[in-house]
């Protein structure tokens, strides 16, 4: 599976809910507006993971944070990054599921990662669902216990990989 790495562009925004919709139930998933909003406001830790064809086949996205742990209210307010520092958090990790199985969601988060690095960030900051938990620590992340997040009335995991050391 031939695939590469670029920012998304307004023109995703259709094919990129269709891909949030398939990872997330009604409750968690991102509305339309909202990421709009994080195309044009973050899209500089926006990574789109894209077919030979140019087709948006899985993507991570979240804003850059003070804090080392995501609050509920990232998932409905965008404000543009700093451009050194902070935590990069990820609100959605998402591969279309006709492209799972293929590292991809791995891959992006290696890509996250390094740019990340680029931009001396303290860690990459995450919460997740239970059943995840073994995929983020696979990747490196810590599991930091339960998160304070009320998003879609779930229980959310703490995930954090610490860029201040070497994985």
């Not at 891909?19 to 195309?39: D, H, P, Q, T, V």
Request: hydrophobic fraction near 40%.
């Amino acid at each position: 599976m031939l695939f590469h790495f670029r920012a998304p562009t307004l023109n995703d925004l259709e094919r990129i809910m269709e891909i949030e919709r398939s990872g997330f139930s009604a409750e968690e998933a991102a509305s339309s507006e909202a990421m709009r909003k994080r195309i044009e406001r973050i899209h500089d830790s926006f990574i789109v993971a894209v077919t030979e064809s140019d087709e948006p086949i899985g993507y991570v996205v979240g804003p850059v944070i003070p804090e080392r742990y995501l609050y509920d209210e990232l998932f409905e307010k965008t404000v543009e990054n700093p451009s050194i520092g902070g935590y990069q958090s990820i609100l959605s990790l998402v591969v279309d599921p006709a492209f799972q199985k293929f590292g991809i969601a791995s891959h992006l988060l290696s890509e996250l990662a390094k740019l990340s690095r680029s931009r001396k960030r303290e860690g990459i900051t995450l919460t997740c669902l239970e059943s995840l938990v073994p995929f983020y620590e696979k990747n490196g992340y810590q599991l930091e216990g339960v998160s304070d997040s009320q998003h879609a009335g779930e229980t959310w995991y703490n995930m954090v990989l610490d860029l201040r050391i070497d994985h």
